[in-house]
């Protein structure tokens, strides 16, 4: 259960610095565009993947704060003797 969980903590760390880099990097996108053109900028499909990387994240998490919904995993303060 504890690499399970240490796992999920990883994978939400992951998605965590991907979506500050993705943030990033269309923030510098958008200041480039916006010199060379002076209009603001799509996103060439960044949008998507920052949502797909919260998506991910949101999921994790989940898992993390509740065991997954599915009624069959426990948190540690909810077992005897833990």
């Known amino acids: 259960m504890l690499s399970a969980l240490i796992f999920v903590c990883i994978n939400i ?7 500050a880099d993705y943030i990033k990097r269309l923030d510098e ?3 480039d ?3 060379a053109t002076g209009s603001n900028g799509s996103g060439g499909g960044m949008a998507e ?3 797909a990387i919260k998506g991910k994240r949101d999921r994790h ?3 993390l ?3 997954g919904g599915d009624g069959n995993t426990r948190r ?3 077992r005897s003797g833990c």
């Not at 760390?13 to 991907?18: G, H, I, Q, R, T």
């Open 49 to 51: 993947k920052i949502a």
């Open 29 to 31: 996108s958008d200041a």
């Open 61 to 63: 998490k989940a898992l």
């Open 65 to 67: 704060d509740g065991g």
């Open 33 to 35: 565009e916006e010199k």
């Open 13 to 19: 760390l992951v998605a965590d610095e991907k979506l």
């Open 76 to 78: 540690r303060s909810d």
